[in-house]
Each structure stands twice: as C-alpha cells, then as structure tokens.
C-alpha cells in the first residue's frame, strides 16, 4: 500500500489529536471551552511572535490596540532588551526569557502574559537565578527588576538576592540528582 504524504501537516497537532486523547471523554460545553482555551493560547504565541519582531526591528507599537503589548514592546526597545533570549544552566534546566538585558550592573527580565489567569514572579525569578548560573554572575552584587506586562496592567518587581540565590542551589541541588537518577536507570 502506498500511503498519503501530508506535508502541509509538518510540525503542526491536531486539536482532536490521538496523543491528546483525553478529548474522547469531553461534553460538548468541555470542547467548546478547550477549544477556545487552546485558540486564546494559539494567540498567546502569535503575539509574542509579533513582539519578538517588533523589537528586534525596533518598531515601537500604539498603546490604543494593546496597551500591555505596546508597553512591553516600546520599554524592550527603550532599554535596548534581547527579545526571546534563551538561558541555560544544564538539559534538566533551561527557558527563553521574553526580554531580557544586562547592563551597568542591572538585570531587567520582562514578561509578556497574554492570558488572564493571575500571574507570579516566580518564573522570572527563575530567569533571573538561569541567567547568574550561566554568566558566573553574583546576585549580592547586581541589582534586579522584574516586570510583567498582562492585560492594561504592568507590575514591576525587585527581588531579594537572598531569594534568587536559593533558587540558584534548588537548580544545582535538583540538576545533580536527576542527573544521579539518569545515571542509576540508563
């Protein structure tokens, strides 16, 4: 038998996915409110797509049509930020930062939510602790401002170094023993 080739389907999931097949068990009220859940997501992404290039081509964008989009775009540009930055500390231990920039001392890392579900600091904390495990750099000796962009709301953050510090040894303390478990099991 000669199988159909789809390679328009390249790279892309079906929403009624065999590998997500949880949806067999849905209502349709259930459907209709993952469906627009995964759209809303969908739009999350084309967003910070929109951003990343919008910063990186240095084009500031009008507050009237998104003002936290605009915002988050308009201030990455003001201060100079890498938009999409990856930070790494190991395989079990990385992530992309929206935008982030180190400079004279300070380490601003900015977020874009594109949901309305309640955010924390907590990631950007993380950020903050990937980014001074990967360039040697003491968080006693810098200083922080985190900031998230979410709906017409923007919130600013400076955490503790004592805070960012705990979160570098959980990173270090967890790397090593899954790092011991893989080496147990493989």
């Known amino acids: 038998m000669e199988f159909n080739q789809h390679p328009h389907l390249a790279g892309k999931h079906a929403f009624l996915s065999p590998s997500s097949y949880h949806w067999l068990n849905y209502n349709d009220q259930k459907l209709e409110a993952r469906y627009y859940a995964s759209q809303s997501a969908r739009r999350g992404s084309d967003l910070h797509d ?6 990186r081509l240095g084009v500031k964008l009008d507050k009237r049509s998104n003002a936290a989009l ?15 930055q990856p930070l790494y500390y190991s395989e079990n231990c990385f992530g992309t930062a ?6 004279r001392g300070k380490l601003r890392v900015h977020d874009l939510k594109t949901g309305i579900i309640a955010t924390s600091f907590k990631q950007l904390e993380v950020y903050a602790a990937l980014f001074c495990l990967e360039y040697g750099v003491n968080p006693f000796e810098i200083d ?16 503790l170094p004592e805070a960012i ?22």
């Open 165 to 186: 510090a705990h979160i570098m040894e959980k990173i270090i303390d967890f790397d090593q023993q899954i790092a011991t478990i893989k080496e147990a099991n493989w």
């Open 98 to 103: 929206d935008a982030i920039i180190f400079r």
């Open 144 to 159: 922080i401002e985190l900031r998230i962009y979410q709906r017409e709301d923007r919130r600013d953050f400076e955490p």
């Open 70 to 84: 605009a915002e988050y775009v308009n201030d990455a540009i003001g201060y100079k930020m890498r938009a999409e």
């Open 50 to 55: 929109l951003a990343k290039n919008a910063i």
